[in-house]
């Protein structure tokens, strides 16, 4: 029996849906904690492409249980959609195969008009950048408690009048602050009453749910969205999403004790990228950065925005490992980096000729950082092939000796193409002795 958190070391789009495919093959149970629609994790299997936003990407496997935790913010329109797309090729999901926490709040019509509205009243270069799935709005419904969780969408009444309270105030601020349209409640009512018809199967207590299979000995996954960089707390705010995405969030966002967690770790591009807006001390605006965008194919899965990119960032790294106490480091995209010639990690960040080994948590300060680097050998040899470390060229293996230096800590796992098959798995935390 083992439990295991995986979670982005960057700004996000580090690869994880990969990695929790890669590893559901040795878990039993897959729960999702945090974040809503506003992730995109993107897999490989066979030639197909699945992208998925709310669903725990081990639903590809047939005889695992899914859940999704009370840390999630979920838009239930959006999750039937993915579970018709999935239907469609094949793959029944039934509420044997996934489960839903009761105590998950709900995304509503009037988060994302409210997302809409606030990002379009912002003045150029005061915007965040969001999705726009209304994720920040729903989370501050849950904070100042007028949050609809899926136990009230299951209560007729308490869910109208919860939903009728809420649209006074929200109604007031469309007409009389943004200008925008109103809403109405008998819509939405009808609306989310189809919804708690078809979701309340697969509506459970999840917390009750980890901690019998826990008990039973199997094999626990717990999948993060985003990254350590877009934490609430410990990331470049206000450029950061609503939600916990270190690991501690796993524990909140789903009903584990911080004990009962075995290991950590931490998903690593061998390159960065970030979506949006925000500070990005290695950001290239070169014709390395056009072909490090071009040759990873960076679009962001869930909004299709092309991915700023830059070299591998060490002091990130070295911040996601203090924060989430990362026991082992996942690199994925290392195949990216061939013929790129000579490459470069930021090993501090010069602030106004101050030394940074953090990110500094003066927005001002993070966007005026200046990275210090550290020079190594490129390589020019395809890597895709790679089915072993020894497969990898010197040079290549080098580099990432360089990131476990940097980071402090082993590297578990090197991802070499998109495939399932392109995974060097050199340590599973599923595996105790």
Partial sequence: MATTVVIGTQWGDEGKGKIVDLLTGHADVIVRFQGGNNAGHTLVVEGKKFIFHLIPSGILYG??????GNGVVLDPKVLIEEMDELAANGLSVTPEHLKISYNTHLIMPYHRAMDHAREA?????????????????CYEDKIVRNGIKIAD??????????????????????????????????????????????????AANV???IDDARKEGKNI?????????LDIDHGTY????????IAGGACCGSGIGPSKIDTTLGICKAYTTRVGEGPFPTELFDETGDKLQKQGVEFGATTGRRRRCGWLDGVVLQDAVRLNGIDGLVVTKLDVLSGLGGLKICKAYDVEGRKFSYMPANIRQAQA???????????????????????????ARNYLRAMEEIAGVPISIVSVGPGRE????????????
């Fill in 153 to 202: 969408l299951l209560d007729p009444e308490l869910f109208r009048d919860k939903l009728e309270e809420n649209l006074k105030y929200k109604n007031f601020l469309f007409k009389e602050l943004f200008g925008t349209d109103t809403l109405d409640a008998d819509g939405i009512y009808a609306e989310y009453q189809k919804y708690a018809e078809k979701l309340a199967p697969y």
């Fill in 369 to 395: 950082a200046r990275p210090v680097y550290r020079d190594i050998e490129g390589w020019e040899d395809d890597l895709s092939g790679a089915r072993s470390i020894e497969d990898l060229p010197l040079k």
């Fill in 63 to 68: 005889d695992k249980l899914c859940a999704i």
């Fill in 422 to 433: 392109q995974t060097l798995l050199l340590r599973n935390p599923f595996e105790t002795e």
């Fill in 207 to 209: 917390s009750v749910l």
């Fill in 221 to 229: 996954l717990f999948e993060g969205a985003q990254g350590t960089q």
């Fill in 121 to 137: 009243a912002k003045a150029e270069g005061k915007k965040i950048g969001t999705t726009g799935r209304g994720i920040g709005p």
């Fill in 238 to 245: 206000p450029f950061v999403t609503s939600s916990n995405t």
